[in-house]
């Protein structure tokens, strides 16, 4: 669950999907890997992605740096669809995906 938060929002697939303001989408598949380090994120991220179903939201939240490049890396070698990257404070980020 999301908790209101100053973040910096990079919008990937724009600012609005399907209608809905990007605030508004939520997540079905949330993983936090908040304090792990490589390959916890990428692995963690790719189990939910076994577990989503077509057009289910995964949300990653992390705060190691090269996981942050390199999720968005798999989720194009995947054809996936990376919605956004938030950046929270100095350290976290979260990153949605459509499977």
Known sequence: MMVPKQSQTSDVAGTQEEGYPMSEVE???SVDCRGETCPIPLVEFRKAVMRAEPGQIIEVVGTHGPSKEEIPMAVESLGLELIRIE???DETWHIFVRR
């Open 27 to 29: 997540p079905e598949i």
């Open 87 to 89: 950046e929270e404070g």
